[in-house]
């Protein structure tokens, strides 16, 4: 590894040991460069300036007034979903939700393009949100909740929500680009982690590791099937492998609203409640290296980065649950 910070190993060991979790051999992950804040250390993210969006192109409803331009279309959700989880399928709803997953997907592949040594996250970032505005659409993670970048990059040990920036990619970095695009007052979210460069055989085995849990996570949806099935199976899958799956971050509902029930759990869980016709869902597990998938936030509050510095990867599609089976939304 190239990076080992002394201090965070040895924060790493001391929180598993209080826990009583397994200590692990903390620098035995591959050939990578370590993540790290920067320093001096800012809080929070006020300090980062948002991108701008056309006004014409529709916001939705959790922008805040004072922080979209003037004469911007705020987005008021419908409430068409039945019983605020299920959208009515056949109507002019599951045509605008399935539009907005094609962009997203659209985005996201072009993302995976512009994810090449020396890139910055931040010129990333930038190319995506002109794309998504290009398309009369709105970048749906700016200003979500205050945070400030059109996409969340996530890079080697970091689990999700990393903020662009200035560092550059490095040659054997591994990168989730995670898209949401809010098109037609309807949202489409997806992910991958894409390799940069030359990235070692462990960090490829991840990225499939994860690719084939998704896969079979999506096995396991259609109408009747208990959500607590996504779970198991990936447990099953993981439970012969030096690897573990994040508890911390779950999938969730999506459409006209970025992030409503039914919450999706990647881990081994008892949780009630069936697939029904209408309910959409992403599934995007977050699967790490090793058998402590703890994380820990970064003082901007958004970044999630491994707590023993291994690395994580994702992978996120948009399901939509049908009469007969089980769409994927995002293909």
């Known amino acids: 590894m190239r990076t080992r910070p002394y ?26 460069s370590v993540v790290l804040p920067k320093e001096p250390i800012v809080w929070g ?24 331009q003037e004469g911007a279309v705020i987005h008021e959700p419908p409430s068409e979903f039945i019983g605020n989880e299920r959208i009515g399928l056949g109507g002019e709803n599951e045509s605008r939700l399935r539009a907005a997953a094609r962009l997203a997907s659209s ?50 040990n970091i689990v999700t929500h990393g903020i662009p920036d200035d560092r550059p990619l490095e040659d054997g970095d591994i990168i989730n680009i995670d898209i949401t695009v809010f098109k037609d007052g309807f949202h489409g979210d997806t992910s991958r982690t894409f390799l940069v460069g030359n990235v070692d055989d462990m960090g490829r085995e991840l990225i499939q590791v994860t690719e084939d849990a998704l896969e079979l996570a999506i096995a396991e949806c259609g109408p009747g099937r ?3 099935n996504i ?23 999506i459409g006209d609203v970025f992030h409503r029930p039914p919450w999706i759990l990647h881990h081994l869980n008892e949780e009630p409640g069936v697939m029904q016709p209408g ?8 699967i790490v290296q090793g058998t402590n998938p703890k994380a820990w936030i970064w003082p901007d509050g958004w970044t999630a980065s491994t707590l023993n510095c291994s690395r994580s990867a994702q992978a996120e599609h948009m399901i939509l649950i049908t009469e007969t089976g089980a769409d994927i939304l995002t293909n």
């Open 226 to 228: 208990p959500f607590k």
């Open 279 to 286: 309910h959409c869902f992403t599934i995007e597990p977050a």
């Open 45 to 68: 993210v006020s300090h980062i300036q948002p991108r701008t969006v056309p006004a014409q192109i529709r916001r939705p409803d959790y922008v805040p007034a004072t922080q979209a």
């Open 231 to 253: 779970g198991r199976a990936i447990h099953n899958f993981l439970r012969d492998k030096d690897y573990s799956v994040s508890p911390q971050f779950t999938g969730h509902g």
């Open 107 to 156: 985005v996201l592949k072009y993302a995976g393009t512009l994810a090449q040594p020396g890139a910055t996250t931040e010129a990333i970032d930038a190319k995506i949100h002109d794309m998504i505005c290009s398309h009369s659409a709105y970048p749906s993670p700016l200003l979500y909740k205050g945070f400030p970048k059109s996409c969340c990059t996530s890079v080697n």
């Open 7 to 32: 201090s965070l190993d040895r924060l790493a060991q001391n929180d598993r040991e209080e826990d009583g979790d397994p200590v692990e051999e903390v620098w035995r992950w591959g050939d990578f």
